[in-house]
């Protein structure tokens, strides 16, 4: 809906913009698997799974901070 209004509905600058915006996220995601794959080799099955817990903690509060702070802007 950004993109719709920043190019005031012009279907070839949105289509563009949002081409580039699925390549980027798709090459980000195959770094991302890359990287994963090649520090694995490192770390020890404790290794990964405190990172797990630790990242898993860490998107579940900031899910929550999301959720109130979405709702505090509902409210005001």
């Known amino acids: 809906s950004i993109a719709l209004t920043q190019f005031k509905s012009t ?4 289509g563009i913009y949002f081409s580039f915006a ?4 798709l090459l980000f995601d195959i770094f991302k698997a890359w990287m994963a ?4 080799k490192w770390l020890t099955q404790k290794q990964i799974a405190v990172i797990s817990k630790t990242s898993g903690i860490a998107m579940g509060l900031f899910g929550i901070y999301l959720f109130t702070k979405g709702v505090n802007l509902y409210y005001e």
């Open 22 to 25: 699925i390549s980027t996220v």
């Open 11 to 14: 279907d070839y600058a949105v």
């Open 37 to 40: 794959d090649y520090i694995r």
